[in-house]
Nanobody, 130 residues
């Protein structure tokens, strides 16, 4: 069982920055790939970014590429999402998601599939007023 907790959301003006954090408890953090999804009011949950367990492969949605950066600090059991140049369209609840270690490795084909991720955090709100 993996317990996932996000933090770092808030209200930020357009063009500003925020850093989200995700901690995952469990004995195998260094073997866990991790991802971020978001859900805006009235919309489906969508993929944002993901990082492989080794940190060697990063994935981004087209809408955030070049503005968001995902990285991990295994010594702290924490994964981060640095969000720059925020826009009103980025307003959403952001969820950290973790596949079980037995799931297939992240690829461009499967990384955006909600079904790949077995453990989810409670979400953190990011609001960028228009």
């Amino acid at each position: 069982q993996v317990h996932v907790v996000e933090s770092g959301g808030g209200l930020v003006q357009s063009g500003g920055s925020l850093r989200l954090s995700c901690t995952a408890s469990g004995p195998t953090f260094t073997r866990l790939s991790m991802g971020w999804f978001r859900q805006a009011p009235g919309k489906e949950r969508e993929f944002v970014s993901a990082i492989s367990w080794s940190g060697g492969d990063n994935f981004y949605a087209v809408s955030v590429k070049g503005r968001f950066t995902i990285y991990r600090d295994d010594a702290k059991n924490t994964m981060y999402l640095q969000m720059n140049s925020l826009k009103p369209d980025d307003t959403a609840v952001y969820y950290c998601a973790v596949p079980a270690p037995t799931e297939p490795a992240l690829t461009t084909t499967n990384v955006a599939s909600l079904a790949l991720y077995d453990y989810w955090g409670q979400g953190t709100q990011v609001t960028v007023p228009s």
